[in-house]
């Protein structure tokens, strides 16, 4: 159940379910990839993709917390993280046997 497709999988799998050869679709791939990246990196923060999904920059604030094997306090600095929230039709085609 812990099946991962890494980026040169995709590009196979994507290849053989177009019409467009090898290296065609790994330019579309990597250029998919980037473009995501790219834009979450910049000012934007939500890259949405019809029938996809949504990618969303969320800013954590600093907090702080108890570091656990000496009991000292320490402060996490303020980052950002990146959630992806499925589209209804592909929840939905997801989980049609359910």
Same mark, same amino acid.
């Given at each position: 159940? +812990? /099946?991962?497709? +890494? !980026? /040169?999988?995709?590009?196979? !799998?994507? =290849?053989?379910? =177009?019409?467009?050869?090898?290296?065609?679709?790994? $330019?579309?791939?990597? =250029? #998919?990839?980037? !473009?995501? &990246?790219? &834009?979450?990196?910049?000012?934007?923060?939500?890259?949405?993709?019809?029938? #996809?999904?949504? #990618?969303?920059?969320?800013?954590?604030?600093?907090?702080? =917390?108890? /570091?656990?094997? &000496?009991?000292?306090?320490?402060?996490?600095?303020?980052? +950002?993280?990146?959630? #992806?929230?499925?589209?209804? $039709? !592909?929840?939905? &085609?997801? +989980?049609?046997?359910?």
């Amino acid at each position: 159940m +812990n /099946n991962k497709i +890494n !980026l /040169n999988q995709l590009v196979e !799998l994507f =290849s053989e379910h =177009s019409t467009i050869n090898k290296n065609a679709s790994e $330019d579309f791939v990597r =250029s #998919f990839v980037d !473009l995501i &990246t790219g &834009t979450l990196q910049g000012e934007d923060e939500i890259v949405k993709v019809k029938g #996809f999904g949504t #990618f969303k920059k969320i800013r954590v604030a600093e907090r702080e =917390s108890i /570091n656990v094997n &000496t009991g000292e306090r320490i402060t996490i600095s303020a980052y +950002n993280k990146i959630q #992806f929230q499925p589209d209804a $039709d !592909l929840k939905e &085609t997801i +989980n049609q046997p359910y």
